[in-house]
């Protein structure tokens, strides 16, 4: 698969909600994990793949793993800046802030509903990957100022797919 680029629409769109759990969707979890790890990535949603579909994959450190339909249901009021790139914004790198920890709520491959608290760097994947799934970008997350400044590397990320 190759990943979906800036400013490609699916990428700013909210993706479809996931109700067929069967073969298709673990072939596509399947192929999504692969793309990611071809691409050096540590997290990849359904619109990166072209697909109008909420899924994601987050990279951890016990391996990788598929959630859909991932909502946020709490945020902790601590937050963390850091850093972010994204593989549909390659070569881009803004700070973003974010809720130190988060409990999500999503479901399995097979359908089953699951909540989980995640914090540090995985409750971040977690975020900037369900921003994806909502239709929003790092750049929706950076202040209007910064975001003027990054136009140049925008328009060269435009250009090239
Ligand atoms: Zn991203």
């Not at 945020?75 to 963390?80: F, I, L, V, Y």
């Not at 973003?96 to 491959?109: D, G, I």
């Amino acid at each position: 698969m190759k990943v979906t680029l800036y400013p490609s629409r699916i990428l700013f769109r909210e993706a479809k909600p996931v109700f067929e759990f069967g073969d298709a969707l673990k072939k596509l979890a399947g192929d999504m994990a692969q793309t990611m790890k071809e691409y050096d990535g540590v997290g990849l949603a359904g619109p990166q793949a072209n697909q109008d579909a909420k899924i994601i994959i987050v990279h951890t450190p016990e391996g990788d793993h598929t959630f859909v339909n991932p909502q946020i249901i709490q945020k902790s009021r601590e937050t963390a800046e850091e850093e972010e790139g994204c593989l549909s914004l390659p070569g881009l790198f803004v700070n973003v802030k974010r809720a130190e920890e988060v409990e999500v709520a999503c479901q399995t491959l097979e359908g089953e509903t699951v909540k989980l608290k995640v914090s540090g760097l995985t409750s971040r994947i977690f975020q900037h990957e369900i921003d994806h799934v909502e239709g929003r970008l790092i750049i929706h997350r950076t202040p209007f100022l910064k975001r003027m400044r990054l136009r140049k590397k925008l328009r060269e990320i435009a250009n090239l797919s």
